[in-house]
């Protein structure tokens, strides 16, 4: 399969502890996206990567999150200290960096924090 | 800032009869719109976008949007709907031509009955 992986897809946690997520885009995608989607609303955007660098984060990521896409490739969202209101599906996307191109998703990772 | 909505929470509609799902939107300055379709345990998948040209734009598995400036409005239509079209569908407007957050509406589901 050479679509959008993410890992896990499903994570319960308890509230305060520290949780990490993994998107491994489509091969030779140079943009990669980080969305939130909760119950019964659309994805919403969180941040983008071009490459290796952070070039937009949304007003949603708040300090207690950070995103990672170290060597380009792969990427982790990670959330400290999560709260109930954390709890959500957490969507990757990608594409392939050219003007106005498909993103395509991942099957996402569901956050339940208890 | 950008916009879209989706008016209508679920649509139903027989196997074998037209279907519609509306969407509006607002934007400043050019919209670029993107239908998808999210169907359970799967990531959102493509379906169409319309970025310039032809009002109606073709898709993938026989859908087609046509996009009406005037009424600021992009609707999903099929002309025979299948009961496996029955899913989770998400209208989604981009407005910066050099970076595409995508922003999306609500969602509309749509159940096909046999």
């Known amino acids: 399969d050479t679509g959008v992986s993410q890992n896990p897809r499903h994570k319960i946690t308890k509230r305060g502890q520290n949780v990490t997520f993994r998107c491994d885009p489509i091969s030779e995608h140079n943009r990669l996206y980080w969305y939130r989607q909760t119950l019964g609303q659309g994805p919403e955007f969180l941040t983008y990567f071009q490459n290796e660098a952070q070039l937009e984060k949304s007003r949603l990521l708040s300090d207690r999150f950070s995103a990672e896409r170290p060597k380009g490739s792969f990427s982790t969202l990670e959330i400290q200290r999560t709260e109930q209101g954390d709890s959500a599906m957490y969507l990757c996307?990608?594409?392939?960096?050219?003007?106005?191109?498909?993103?395509?998703f991942g099957a996402g990772t569901r956050l339940s924090v208890l | 800032a950008q916009s879209v909505a989706q008016p209508e929470d679920q649509v139903n509609v027989a196997e074998g009869n037209p279907l519609t799902v509306k969407c509006t939107y607002s934007v400043s300055g050019n919209p670029y719109l993107f239908w998808y379709v999210q169907y359970p345990n799967r990531g959102l998948q493509f379906l169409l976008k319309?970025?310039?040209?032809?009002?109606l734009v073709k898709g993938s598995y026989g859908f087609e949007a046509e996009f009406n400036k005037s009424q600021t409005s992009f609707h999903l239509k099929k002309p025979s709907a299948l009961v496996s079209d029955s899913a989770l569908y998400f209208c989604?407007?981009?407005?910066?031509?050099?970076?595409?957050?995508?922003?999306f509406g609500t969602g509309t589901r749509l159940l096909v009955s046999p």
């Open positions: 989604a407007v981009s407005q910066r031509a050099g970076f595409q957050k995508l922003v």
């Open positions: 319309y970025i310039t040209g032809d009002n």
């Open positions: 996307a990608s594409s392939q960096g050219q003007l106005l191109d498909i993103q395509y």
